[in-house]
């Protein structure tokens, strides 16, 4: 079992930025995968950017292409999701997940991930 914790969520400006932070521990290798999902108040959870652990492949939301960039630190057993040009349609809680091993696309929908963070809030104001 994978256990994640999400950190780095705060108030800040459209047009600003932040980075948030995926610390994982337990059992992941470089055969997982691991995402963002974010979730909006009345809203479904929907997937914003994920890769495969041992890197090579990402992808990404629509809505957030060229504004976001998910990153993986080894050696900190750490994903990142750095955010630029936020917007306030970009506030949500976002949450940090994990599934594996033997994966070889990166999953796009929840249900396909079996390790969830407990989620960090990021509120954008106009």
């Known amino acids: 079992q994978v256990q994640l914790v999400e950190s780095g969520g705060g108030l800040v400006q459209a047009g600003g930025s932040l980075r948030l932070s995926c610390a994982a521990s337990g059992r992941i290798s470089s055969t997982y995968a691991v995402a963002w999902f974010r979730q909006a108040p009345g809203k479904e959870r929907e997937f914003v950017a994920g890769m495969l652990w041992r890197g090579g492949s990402t992808s990404y939301a629509d809505s957030v292409k060229g504004r976001f960039t998910i990153s993986r630190d080894n050696a900190k057993n750490t994903v990142h999701l750095q955010m630029n040009s936020l917007k306030p349609e970009d506030t949500a809680v976002y949450y940090c997940?994990?599934?594996?091993?033997?994966?070889?696309?990166?999953?796009?929908?929840?249900?396909?991930?079996?390790?969830w963070g407990q989620g960090t809030q990021v509120t954008v104001s106009s």
């Open positions: 997940a994990a599934d594996g091993p033997l994966r070889i696309r990166v999953p796009l929908t929840e249900v396909e991930y079996h390790s």
